[in-house]
């Protein structure tokens, strides 16, 4: 019997709505209609509330493109309940799969066998370009963070930095350490004697940076690499009466980092615009799917003419990274000039 007549005669015969859905998924898989459909699987817990801004990139290509998109993660950040995740999304046949390589050893496995079935992925987020490419993934979406470092050290640089103190509050994750090795050659540095393993409580860093800054009272410049280093810094300096005396840099956006900016304490944030993570590679599985492009150069030009993406870039004040292995989403700069626009849509958009 044909979908169409089967459900004809759950209608005729008064079955709730909810139930016809029901066993119609039963029949069909995961697809209800011919409208493509996507799967965005994150690391993140359902308390990380950071990754709301990536959804709500997610959401919106999946109205500007007419496809649709679930979003899945581990309730508690289990890695191994991620793997499951992918082992799901490979037996429910997506049209695409776009996932943060959290772990890549873990993830490896199930994700070869999303690739078996032809589905393609896009990573974003977490792990490399190299890891990307090894999965067989069409791009990565994210912030290089060797970049994203140098490029922040550029910008101290030019002010005169030459020595700084760089506070690693997830110092067991190696990529971390590329933020502060990009940052420390571009000022001629040595990152590994600059770095200090702070751990992530806000108190234990306020006592730790505090402690530092009295054994090398020359340090001119601190780079922290996240919310949770930025915030513990903040409080040092300010019961030190060093705010606004040393060049101070940090990596992500808080409302107490964006308060920082506004009083001179933070010279600036370098933003990975979260946003993008979740808009791009939609917006990328979309247009391969629907205009049936592969190259990433094509891709890239449709995406760049793209009405509605140009709209949304223009209001939230984005500038995607165009390169010719993909699109990075970051490093965004947000100083006094732009903060203004970055706090109205913080949280949302940015």
Known sequence: MKISSFLSILIRKAIPLATVFVLCGAMMGCHHT???????ISHAPDSDLWWNTVKNGMTDAAKDFHIAVDYRNPPNGDIADMARLVEQAAARNYDGLIISI????????????????????????????????????IMHVGQPEYGAGKMAGERAKAAGITSYLCVNHYATNPSSFERSRGFAEAIGADFRKSTLDSGDDPSTIETKVSGYLRAHPKTQAILALGPNSAQGTLVALRKMGLSGKIYFATFDLTPEVIKGIKDGIVNFAIDQQPYLQGYIPVAVLAIMKQDKMTHISQIQEKLKSHTAFQQ???KYGLKPIYDKDGISSGPGFVTKENVDKVEKFAGEYR
């Open 102 to 137: 959290a772990d890549y050893s873990v993830l490896k496995e199930p994700l070869q066998a999303v690739r078996a079935k032809g589905i393609p992925i896009v990573t974003i987020n977490s792990g490399t370009p190299e890891q990307s490419r090894a999965l067989g993934a």
């Open 34 to 40: 011919n409208q493509p459909r996507f799967v965005l």
């Open 312 to 314: 949304r870039l223009k």
